[in-house]
């Protein structure tokens, strides 16, 4: 069976460069049947942290990607690596190193004076006499040391290192005793049955290591998809500047998570010239073996354009479901699904919604200077005051709030209505009206918003404005 991973260390939080990664993972297994599994690789128990480890779980339940069974642990595999460490010592295909740390220090100044490459030299690979005595060995495997190391890479095609430029007998286990990242990794992903790696090619030079791992104890090698990175805007590696950032920031951001990973499927993969993207319709199209070679550009007026459009046609539940993490309910509000529907079109995330609906639910404590000063003279305000009394008069007066006067469509009408009698066009009086509902000029269409704050407080409104 197919089976992918995502091993993140949780030594900080998931970025989006992560994310991909893990949503590249998660597609391919969904795609093919298989499994796809989270393993949280906190072996550097002194930069752990569980909060981090809780918000790697956290993005993914807001983006729907779900792995498969529990979440593995290496902290808590420790004996298990022991296990495979003595069984490489006693195969004779490790041994223990007793370089101490000012030797290996001397060793690599006098290797960088000659221009050379440091590594290791070699010097306990074969040795047979008296242990030093106060040293705690490392345990280091034999690696080739000439030929060639090969294999065939899903997104790069055929790889190769000469043995001598890549490898020495790197360490696999520290002298106390607690095993290096390449070596867990291979340990894990053959125990675990994952089949592919899809990974950022900055873990390219780990490749040959753990092939030879991989070889060392017998395991078969998986196949390999090594990922090229995200740059910034301006062509260098992404940062915080960029858009780097926790994964959950761009859920505070007002980001969709269908957007999102949208957008970072699209970081590069493609599909023809498709720009929309579904999690169902990425399950059915992806294919790692079509990711391009060359690194991608972060792009933010993408991001924007995307969060847009799924903010424009998400079901009204969906939409209204992620507005509650801002503190808004619309089926609980007076014509709230009025309301969010009129703020769609003009909305690039869900902040903006939200201060949008504000805007028309809440009553101005303020008002624009510049647009009072611009649409608020001695005619405009005439005209204003004149037509709340019309509207109040036509309902009644404040308390009936009743017939007449409920619905977009009817205002429009009515307001049509008293603009002809006046002799004035609707650009007469509803920039007036925008300043007296919202406090400046720009709102939704001006019709829904009276219907959505209703007969009652419309007249209220426009009565404190003029009082001011």
């Known amino acids: 069976m197919l089976k992918t991973r995502f091993a993140p260390s949780p030594t900080g939080f998931l970025h989006i460069g992560g994310l991909r990664t893990a949503l590249y993972n998660y597609l391919y297994a969904r795609a093919n ?24 779980k956290e993005a993914f339940e807001w983006c729907g990607l779900c792995y498969d069974g529990e979440v593995t642990y290496q902290s808590k595999r420790f004996d298990l690596y022991k296990e495979y460490v003595q069984k490489l010592l006693e195969s004779g295909k490790a041994y223990k190193c007793y370089m101490t740390k000012e030797e290996l220090d001397a060793l690599r100044a006098e290797q960088e ?14 040795f047979a006499g008296v242990p030093p005595e106060n040293v705690e060995p490392v345990i280091r495997i034999k690696s080739p040391l000439t030929g060639e190391i090969r294999f065939k890479d899903g997104i790069k095609g055929e790889v190769k290192f000469r043995c001598e430029d890549i490898l020495d007998d790197f360490i696999i286990a520290r002298s106390d005793g607690t095993p290096t990242y390449n070596f867990t990794v291979v340990i894990d992903d053959a125990l675990m049955g994952v089949t592919h790696v899809i990974r950022g090619d900055d873990h390219l030079s780990n490749t040959p290591k753990q092939i030879v791992l991989y070889e060392a104890l017998g395991f078969a090698v998986p196949e390999f998809f090594h990922v090229a ?6 062509g260098s590696k992404l940062s915080k ?27 590069g993969w493609s599909h023809g010239d498709e720009e929309i993207f579904g999690l169902d319709d990425m399950v059915r199209l992806f294919d790692p073996h079509n990711i391009n070679k060359s690194a991608s550009t972060y792009n933010a007026t993408k991001l924007d354009w995307l969060n847009q459009h799924y903010i424009k046609t ?19 509000l007076p014509c709230g699904e009025l309301l969010l ?21 809440e009553r101005p404590r303020e008002y624009d200077e510049k647009a009072v000063a611009k649409f608020l003279g001695d005619e405009a305000r005439a005209l204003l005051g004149k ?8 309902c009644g007066g404040l308390e009936a709030n ?10 429009e009408a009515f307001t049509g209505a008293f603009l002809e009698r006046e002799g004035k066009k609707l650009k007469d009086l509803a920039q007036a009206l925008r300043i007296a509902i919202t406090g400046g000029t720009v709102s939704p269409g001006i019709f829904e918003v009276m219907e959505v704050i209703g007969v009652s407080e419309l007249v209220k409104r426009v009565e404190l404005l003029l009082a001011k």
């Open 229 to 234: 990175m995200i740059n910034g805007s301006d």
């Open 113 to 126: 004076a000659r221009k050379e490459r440091p590594k290791y030299d070699g010097r306990y690979r074969d």
């Open 387 to 394: 037509f709340a009394g019309e509207v109040k008069a036509a």
């Open 402 to 411: 009743e017939a007449n006067l409920k619905t977009a469509g009817e205002f």
């Open 314 to 332: 998400l079901p009204f539940e969906r939409l209204n479901e992620a507005m509650k993490f801002f503190g808004l309910d619309f089926a609980v």
């Open 33 to 56: 049947g298989g499994k796809f599994i989270l393993r949280i690789e906190d072996t550097d128990l002194k930069r752990n942290s569980e909060e981090a480890v809780e918000a790697i």
């Open 241 to 267: 500047r960029h858009g780097a950032t926790d994964v959950m920031e761009y859920k505070r951001m007002g980001y969709l998570p269908e957007a999102l990973l949208n957008f970072l499927v699209r970081l």
């Open 341 to 361: 529907n009129s703020l769609r079109e003009r909305s690039k995330t869900l902040l903006e919604l939200k201060n949008g609906a504000l805007l028309v639910l």
